[in-house]
């Protein structure tokens, strides 16, 4: 079993920057794709951004590419996502995930996740 806590959330302007992180204990995640999906009001969960723990290999959705910046320590168990020039439609709840086995092809899928944390609000408003 894994427990992920996400920090970091609040209220930001537009062209401002958050710094979002996860903690995750219990079971060892070394092996674990770790992502940040987030869910705004009325739409899907969508995937952020992911790293792989082994290699360090990142993606990022087209979306956020080039604001977003993905990063952990795995042997601290932490995963931090700068989030820069910020716009109102990257206003959401900001999830956490941890997925063991999760492919490559498949990291912006939800399900293949087993992991979830309680989420973060970050709101882009001036």
């Known amino acids: 079993q894994v427990q992920l806590i996400e920090t970091g959330g609040g209220l930001v302007q537009p062209g401002g920057s958050l710094r979002l992180s996860c903690a995750a204990s219990g079971r060892s995640t070394g092996r674990f794709v770790m992502a940040w999906f987030r869910q705004a009001p009325g739409k899907e969960r969508e995937f952020v951004a992911a790293?792989?723990?082994?290699?360090?290999?990142?993606f990022y959705a087209d979306s956020v590419k080039g604001r977003f910046t993905i990063s952990g320590d795995n042997a601290k168990s932490v995963m931090d996502m700068q989030m820069n020039s910020l716009k109102s439609e990257d206003t959401a709840v900001y999830y956490c995930?941890?997925?063991?086995?999760?492919?490559?092809?498949?990291?912006?899928?939800?399900?293949?996740?087993?992991?979830w944390g309680q989420g973060t609000q970050v709101t882009v408003s001036s």
């Open positions: 790293i792989r723990w082994s290699g360090g290999t990142q």
């Open positions: 995930a941890a997925g063991y086995g999760t492919i490559n092809s498949a990291v912006r899928i939800p399900s293949q996740y087993d992991y």
